[in-house]
């Protein structure tokens, strides 16, 4: 018998050990792990929290539906509780752990069968422990005309588990979950429901047509502990002719305001047809150096001295970065109007003609066209000591927006000594204002530090009407609270209709029975 060290909440050790007993003999015992050297792999976090808050209670790592199955329904029988994972890679937002001490991680990679892909109607249908690099090489290796969108974790994560947590890429598909169709899931009770098209035996069209009959349910499994995931559709763009990715940089902070309201018309109405990128230039600065090696002091960083790095380093105080895309004509017609534009306000205007093979163009090149990199992980050098948590607020697309919100961060950050280290994502309407809090995990306090600060945003950022689309297992039901009272009530109610015994990762999205 392998030892205990996290018993599951409520549960005596004598019923967890006969649960345990049940799991080797379901996915044998090799797949079933308790023990320290296991769980420590699915305890290391990035985030600003204690890891005892999120120690599982083991690893569970079944190979197919049926096991699943079978799992859930020994996990009913003791009360035991299981964390859902796909790849396990939700860095800056909880990576493998638990929201609560003492789940069980299910940990799906195991199951990463490439179920299909048809490059006719540019879809795949894929299994959670897919990784966006076993999909990309697939699509290469037989030369499909089609592309991928990819978060930057890109070669490590997996496209079931962004897309259910709601994770954004960098081509026209970027949103990813407006671009899936189609969910198996296993709900807790064990019975398998296929969402939309799905639900009709032999249908064909489940991953061509997203709503199915009646109330569209897949969204109530993103972001929730409602079901678990075991199959995902999602579609894919045609390769396109000419692809011509592009850069502008600005050298004043106040200039985000006409950036942004430049780029919003050319975005709403698909000009530009992907997400842009709209990096501050520490952030730039903080993927390619080490901070000691450039600011000994403590603090935030003082803008006029970021500033001066960042002019040294030859970038923008702004950087976009975004790309065109279509047939050799269509691209000719909207670059006029998108060089006009940015021409306008003065910007540098990048093309890869100019830049030639320069790393940070090329680096950006092939993140808006789908493919693996992973250089943006230089950031954690920036600070040392691994910690990051990613305060992520909505924002609309309006220059104004922008400046408000970067003078709410920046006093906040002043409290805490934390560096602006930031980029606004243009989705459509929308942008994500992505603030990474970057701070050494290894120090205790400025581990509590980050954790006040997110805290601070969090309240102030609520106080003047901004949600986050996303947060991490530190802060799930501080979030839930700052949605309001109903919304939280009715993921309860969902809840205990849905999964009574409460054993599907509690505590997910501040969703507890
Ligand atoms: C430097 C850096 C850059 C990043 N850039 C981006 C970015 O550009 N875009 C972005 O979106 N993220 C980004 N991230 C955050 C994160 O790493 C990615 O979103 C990553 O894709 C999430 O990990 P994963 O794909 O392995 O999902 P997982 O960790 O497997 O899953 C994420 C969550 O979804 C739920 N879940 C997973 N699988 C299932 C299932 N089968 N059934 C039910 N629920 C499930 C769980 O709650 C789980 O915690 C970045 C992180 C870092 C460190």
Redesign the pocket.
């Known amino acids: 018998m392998q030892d205990v060290t996290v018993l599951p909440h409520g549960v005596s050790k004598g019923n967890f050990l006969k649960a345990i007993t049940e799991f080797r003999e379901i996915v044998g015992p090799e797949y079933v792990k308790t023990d320290d050297e296991h769980i420590i792999q699915y305890t290391k976090i ?1 985030v600003p929290d204690d890891e005892a808050k999120h120690t599982p209670s083991g690893i569970l790592a079944p190979a197919s539906v049926e096991e699943i199955q079978r799992i859930l329904a020994v996990c009913n029988k003791y009360k035991v509780p299981v964390w ?13 752990a638990p929201a609560t001490r003492g789940q069980m991680v299910l940990d ?1 990679r195991r199951m990463n069968k490439i179920i299909e892909v048809d490059a006719e109607l540019c879809y795949a249908l894929v299994e ?1 422990g897919v990784t966006y690099k076993q999909l990309y090489d697939y699509i290469h290796e037989r030369n499909l005309p089609l592309w991928l969108s990819m ?3 890109s070669a490590i ?2 496209p ?3 897309t ?2 709601r ?3 960098y081509t026209p598909y970027g949103e990813h979950f407006l671009f899936s169709c189609g969910m198996e899931v296993i709900l807790a009770n064990g019975e398998l429901l296929r969402t939309g098209m799905g639900g009709i035996p032999n249908s064909n069209t489940w991953q061509v047509f997203k709503w199915g009959y009646g109330p569209y349910l897949d969204g109530i ?1 993103t972001q929730s502990n409602f ?4 199959k995902m559709g999602f579609w894919l763009m045609p390769k396109p002719p000419v692809y011509k990715p592009f850069g502008v940089q600005f050298d004043n902070e106040a200039d985000i305001v006409k950036i942004i309201d430049t780029i919003r018309p050319l975005r709403i109405a698909n000009v530009i047809p992907s997400p842009v990128w709209v990096s501050h230039g520490l952030w730039d600065v903080a993927v390619m150096n080490k901070r000691a090696d450039v600011y000994g002091k403590p603090g935030r960083m003082p803008d006029d001295v970021a500033e001066a790095l960042i002019r040294k380093q030859g970038i923008g105080i702004w950087n976009v970065f975004t790309a065109l895309m279509g047939t050799e004509e269509q691209v000719a017609v909207n670059w006029k109007m998108v060089e006009g534009a940015f021409k306008a306000l003065g910007g540098k205007i990048l093309v890869e003609e100019d830049v030639g093979d320069d790393p940070v163009f090329q680096y950006r090149k092939s993140m808006f066209s789908g493919t693996p990199t992973l250089r ?2 230089g ?1 954690y050098n920036w600070r040392g000591g691994g910690g ?1 948590q ?1 305060f992520a607020p909505v924002a609309q697309a309006r220059g104004s927006e922008t400046l408000k919100q970067m003078k709410m961060c920046k006093q906040t950050l002043d409290e805490y000594g934390i560096d602006y280290t930031a980029v606004f994502i243009v989705g459509w309407r929308d942008m994500h204002h992505v603030v990474d809090l970057l701070y050494d995990r290894t120090d205790p306090e400025e581990m509590r530090k980050a954790h006040d600060c997110y805290a601070k945003l969090l309240r102030q950022f609520a106080a003047e009407g901004y949600g986050i689309y996303r947060t991490s297992i530190a802060f799930m039901d501080e979030v839930a609270d700052t949605f309001g009272p109903v919304k939280k009530d009715v993921n309860r109610r969902i809840k205990r209709a849905l999964d009574p015994n409460g054993i599907l ?1 509690p505590g ?1 999205s501040g969703i507890h029975i």
Not at 84 to 96: D, E, F, P, V
């Open positions: 990035m859902t994972i796909s790849t396990g890679r939700n860095l800056g937002y909880g990576s493998a799906l959670p978060p930057l974790p994560a997996g079931v588990g962004n259910l947590d994770g954004v890429g499994f079901g678990i995931v075991t943006e992980f950031m990051s990613w990762s997910k």
